[in-house]
C-alpha cells in the first residue's frame, strides 16, 4: 500500500505540466482574512471549548516559495481569537459582567502545498485547487478581558492559563488568477493543537481542535533566471 502510494505521488509530481501559469522558482506573498473557531476539544469535564467560545475574525498571512509548478513550501503566521458566548459568561457571575473573556492563538508554521492546477489539462487554466499540510507552533492563553490580564491555570492556579504547544494542520483551497501573478483564493485548515496538560490544566482540559477558513490574495514574484 505504502509503495503504491510513493508511485502515485512520483507519477503526479513528474507529470508534464499543461498549466497555463509556471510558478515555479517564485516567491508568493498571502494575505487572507476569514473566521477562526473552536471545533473539538474538551473544556470541562461536561463541556468542549466551543461550547463556551465562539466564532471571531481571523486574520494571516504567509511568505511561499514554489518549489516545482506542484510543490511550494511556505510559513505561515496567523491571529485566532476566540470570545467567550454571552450566555457562559453569565454563568460566571458580576465579575465579569462587563469583560469579554477570550482565547488569543498566534501562530507559525511551515507548512508544504500541493497544487493540482498544473494537471488541469488547459493552456488557458486559471484556476488551481491546492491542499496544504504543516507543523507549527500555537502560543495560547485565555485572558480575562479580551487580550489582557490573563486568567489563572484551573489545575494550578498559582500559574497562568496559557502554554506554547505544537500543532499540526491541513486543509485546501482553490486560488484563481486574475492576473499573470496575481490571485484570488479562499481556503479552509483544521488546526489539532496539543494543550493538554493535566498538571497544570488539570484532567478535563484536552487537546483543542480548531477551524479557520477566508479569502486573500497572493502575488508572486519571479527569483530565476530567465
Known amino acids: 500500500m505504502k509503495k503504491a502510494a510513493a508511485i502515485l505521488f512520483m507519477t503526479l509530481l513528474a507529470a508534464t505540466s499543461v498549466y497555463g501559469m509556471d510558478l515555479s522558482k517564485h516567491i508568493g506573498f498571502t494575505v487572507w482574512a476569514g473566521g477562526f473557531m473552536p471545533v473539538s476539544g474538551k473544556y470541562h469535564s461536561e463541556d468542549k471549548l466551543s461550547d463556551w467560545f465562539g466564532l471571531y475574525g481571523f486574520p494571516a498571512a504567509e511568505l511561499k516559495y514554489v518549489i516545482i509548478d506542484k510543490v511550494a513550501l511556505g510559513v505561515n503566521a496567523g491571529y485566532g481569537y476566540s470570545p467567550m458566548k454571552e450566555g457562559k459568561k453569565k454563568e460566571l457571575g ?8 477570550a482565547l488569543n492563538i498566534p501562530f507559525v508554521s511551515l507548512n508544504g502545498t500541493f497544487n493540482f492546477g498544473p494537471m ?10 491546492f491542499v496544504t499540510l504543516g507543523v507549527g507552533t500555537y502560543s495560547w492563553y485565555f485572558a480575562k478581558n479580551q487580550r489582557t490580564d490573563k486568567l489563572p491555570a484551573p489545575g494550578d492556579t ?7 504547544s505544537w500543532g ?10 486574475v492576473a499573470k501573478k496575481f490571485s484570488v483564493f479562499g481556503r479552509v485548515n483544521y488546526h489539532l493543537v496539543m494543550m493538554k496538560d493535566e498538571k497544570k ?14 479569502a486573500g490574495l497572493t502575488l508572486y514574484l519571479f527569483t530565476g533566471k530567465q
Do not use: R, V
Not at 94 to 101: G, R, V
Not at 122 to 127: A, G
Not at 158 to 164: C, E, G, I, V, Y
Open 120 to 129: 488541469i489539462k488547459s493552456e488557458k487554466n486559471m484556476l488551481n485547487p
Open 201 to 214: 490544566f488539570g484532567e478535563d482540559f484536552g487537546n483543542q481542535g480548531f477551524l479557520t477558513y477566508g
Open 168 to 177: 499540526i494542520n491541513f486543509g485546501g483551497g482553490a486560488e484563481y488568477f
Open 94 to 101: 458580576s465579575e465579569f459582567k462587563d469583560l469579554i473573556p
Open 158 to 164: 498559582t500559574q497562568q492559563f496559557k502554554a506554547s
